[in-house]
């Protein structure tokens, strides 16, 4: 209520003294303003029309239906890296989701945020959200080698050092799903004899899954572009097999893109370009879907 | 006291015979313990994560530097933790390397990132508003990996070389900052932006009131009351730039070596991590162990780094 | 005088221990709202001598913040008790401490007692969830779930593992019990957020007593409807009187001397040091008897409209 008070006196406000705003100092500054929202956009756009018209030759079948391929780099393809991101994406999404949303319930609808374990658990949180990929990827390493597995760059160790990098993600905006729910819906059901966690399972989640879905959706987007962690956990570059497991060698499309774009050869980079597209496609998609989700089943209170 | 309940005297009622005793103990609930059990154990994960991450590069860290002693670490300055016949673990090449590319980035980000941050919250209609911010943030979802591409085959060549006619390297470390710097636009125009318009309208109506324009009224007051929140997302900003890997590995170069002219190729301390990674080091040679020693450096930095944002973040969300 | 109310009382609470066995048909049983006119003259004890709740030296904290002071309220069975007063007298926050719904404010604190049924629920050893099976609340806001209005009404005895031979005829009774079945009958299977704002108070209505309550908490239910919604709810909550009891706070004094039996005044007093109010009771009659005669000085202002 008070928020919207605010929104309104500001409309107000944003239609009061337009003619102070016209001289010519305000108007270079507005320019400027305009400049910097819209610099993004022109930066996006220089990229893909750039990138596009560079991989535009190998806009071919062979770039997703064939292995890499160093002997004949016109026609090398990134088969594997896109089955292997799809795969460790799926093996991601199976470990994080669960945990984040578990978490996220536990911080919003259970934790009495006055004990000073759950402030330091929020604390901790903010902070993990900022901490470098690369870091993720070292403490994969040490964590599946504490399980016992040496060898290197299989499909869980990369599961679990994408699913630590986005566990924040979820978290926080699970959080904010499970937030927007109004209380009143929360306290119909407590009034009623209804324990916390019936409220929390019958009412709070079941309002909150498509705020909970586009939120995972997009960590998971970020995380098919992760290339960082994937690299340090030592996942192969040069892979001519589909991945088949957890416990399977793989590549990811990212990894890929980066070893072709540091070889020399014109043709790889052509294809790296073309691989790039590939990949903002499949980034594109997964963020049209959120966005869909969103549109058709979010409910406003 | 001053409570004046008035209860005049009645015969008692014949409904004082009933009231069976009432059970309000209540059942037992197992299962609620248990998934609130659950729940909080899923919370912890995140602190065991961090836990994980202190020992998971301590462990080998401290290895290291039974080789190599910490002052010739952070004090020295050639790295070249290859060269068979001449070691040398001076870190300095990394971090300044680092430096370099993150003061090009925030040139690029702050500006920018303000700007966008400024219109949005004192120029846009609420409406506006939610149809701008997802313009900005699309930036953030393009993968580091494609950004790294971009500096290197579009930036490097055609914008510096081709069209401002900078003398510099296939790889070097100007595309390298101002690709980043792009890329943590969005971090910093998103914080800001909450910052600016958690301002409390009195004070923008008071700047009105003494017939200042947007502008003036933008920069002198909203900017300064909104100044710990704005630094907050700089310093995130920052905290993202010196941790990103995939840009700075791809267009910056692989040769450590200490210079502060951004027009060389240089390599920074996630590049390190992300070239040596790769490599064929056994697991716990001096070599591999600089990993580690890196990535702590790293961790440490943006430890630092992060609490002072978050430290930053809280005071502005309670001046208001 | 004495007499006829000694009489009218017997009349009155003799039906009380028929609550009992009425609450097992809960709703079932109430007639049209043209019944209603019987209640009008109702004639009520002066002294309660058998409450169905009672608070003793009740002191309510959010925090450091004392809310309300020293409360001393008695509920008779079958009665409408009122609470009225200005803003941020703790007249809410005393009604939400009768089914322990204060516990879920974070930082709240209850001193004092509470007596349901000679037992105090704040005592070691109650569980919350169990007083508010016996204890229902309805809301200022209309606050249906996202579900079917079948679904709604059978919420609360699907969550708290009541045994029910029949769902089918516990929704239908419940929501006769609210008069809103002849509303709803054809389309139950819809999401309650079709309904109107007055139908959908009384579904959260329907959805109380579909639990088999005793005690009925209303927080100010009428203050989001027009007058002929509230004028239907009034007229429900009248009805309602035959099998539980209720507790409405109320901003609004006409609805008070309307729908109430007895009726509490309370104030908010300023602490000197802080400046935070706390609230307090001020005075507690029949309602006749507190609209025509106040006893205190502050409650004689408010109703008169000079302050509040």
Known sequence: ?301 | ?320 | MVKGTNMSTHSVTASSPGTEANRHTAGGSVGSLSDVAQEIERHLPDKLMDPIMETSLLNIYYGDFHAVHDVNLAFGRNEITALIGPSGCGKSTVLRSLNRMNDLVPGARVEGAVNYQGQNIYARGVDPIAVRTHVGMVFQKPNPFPKSIYDNVAYGPRVTGMKVDDMDDLVEGALRGAALWDEVKDKLKQSAYGLSGGQQQRLCIARTIATKPNVILMDEPCSALDPIATARVEDLMLQLTQDYTIVIVTHNMQQAARVSDRTAFFTARPDETTGNRTGLLVEYNLTKQLFSQPSDQRTEDYISGRFG
């Open chain 2, 1 to 320: 006291m001053t409570t004046t309940t008035t209860t005049p005297a009645g015969p008692p009622s014949p409904a004082g015979l009933r009231g069976d005793p009432v059970d309000l103990s209540g059942r037992s609930r197992p299962g609620e313990a248990v998934i609130r059990g659950v729940l909080f154990a899923a919370a912890l994960v995140s602190v065991l994560t961090t836990v994980g991450i202190v020992i998971a590069l301590l462990r080998p860290a401290v290895e290291f530097f039974r080789d190599v002693p910490v002052w010739e670490f952070l004090g020295g300055t050639r790295w070249a933790p290859n060269d068979s016949g001449n070691p040398d673990f001076g870190v300095w090449p990394l971090v300044s390397a680092t430096l370099v590319i993150t003061v090009v980035a925030l040139v690029v980000a702050i500006p920018l990132g303000l700007g966008a941050a400024m219109y949005l919250s004192e120029y846009a209609s609420p409406e506006m508003r939610r149809r701008l911010k997802p313009i900005v943030e699309l930036l953030a979802g393009v993968p580091s990996v494609v950004y790294g591409f971009f500096a290197l085959t579009f930036v490097t060549p055609n914008l510096l070389q081709k069209v401002l006619h900078i003398d510099v390297g296939f790889t070097n470390a100007l595309a390298a900052g101002l690709v980043l710097g792009v890329m943590i636009i969005p971090t910093i125009a998103s914080l800001s932006e909450d910052a600016l318009f958690a301002v409390p309208l009195s004070l923008r109506q008071g700047s009105f009131a003494m017939g200042a324009n947007r502008m003036q009224t933008t920069l002198r007051v909203v900017l300064p009351a909104a100044m710990s929140g704005v630094a907050a997302a700089v310093i995130l900003g920052l905290s993202r730039a010196v941790g990103e890997t995939m840009i700075v590995a791809l267009a910056a170069g692989s040769r450590p070596h200490l210079s502060l002219d951004p027009r060389e190729g240089m390599q920074a301390m996630t590049g390190y991590i992300a070239s040596t990674a790769g490599g064929e080091n056994p697991v716990g040679s001096t070599s591999y162990n600089t990993l580690f020693a890196v990535g702590l450096l790293l961790f440490v930095i943006t430890l630092i780094i992060n609490v002072i944002s978050i430290a930053l973040v809280r005071r502005y969300r309670q001046e208001y």
């Open chain 1, 1 to 301: 209520m008070a928020a919207y008070a605010e929104t309104a006196a500001k409309t107000v406000l944003a239609t009061a003294g337009r003619d102070r705003d016209r001289s010519v100092k305000s108007l270079v500054f507005l320019g400027l303003l305009w400049f910097s929202l819209f610099f993004g956009v022109l930066v996006l756009v220089a990229l893909i029309v750039s990138t596009a018209l560079e991989g535009a030759p190998r806009f071919d079948s062979d770039l997703i239906t064939r292995y890499s391929s160093t002997l004949s780099p016109e026609r090398t393809g990134f088969r594997a890296g896109i089955l292997g991101s799809l795969m460790v994406i799926l093996a991601t999404a199976a470990m994080a989701v669960p945990i984040g949303i578990a978490a996220a319930l536990h911080l919003e609808e259970f934790a009495n945020k006055e004990r000073w374990y759950n402030k330091f658990i929020e604390v901790n949180l903010q902070n993990l959200a900022a901490v470098p990929s690369v870091v993720y990827g070292l403490l994969a390493v040490a964590f599946v080698t504490l399980m016992g597995i040496h060898q290197r760059g299989l499909v869980i160790s990369g599961a679990v050092a994408l699913s630590l990098l986005i566990l924040p993600v979820i978290i926080i905006t699970t959080r904010e799903a499970v937030r927007a729910v109004p209380r009143e819906i929360r306290d119909g059901s407590m009034a009623l004899g209804a324990t916390r966690w019936q409220t929390t399972w019958k009412q709070t989640l079941p309002s909150a899954v498509p705020g909970i879905a586009t939120g995972t959706i997009l960590g998971l987007s970020r995380a098919i572009g992760e290339a960082a962690p994937l690299l340090i956990i030592g996942t192969a570059t040069a892979i001519r097999f589909d991945p088949n497991g957890l416990m399977s060698q793989f590549t990811a499309l990212p990894l890929e893109i980066y070893s072709t774009t540091s070889q020399s050869r014109e043709d790889f980079r052509v294809a790296a370009a073309a691989a790039i597209i590939v990949l903002l496609v499949m980034i594109l998609a997964l963020n049209g879907l959120a966005i869909f989700i969103r549109n058709k089943f979010q409910r406003s209170w």
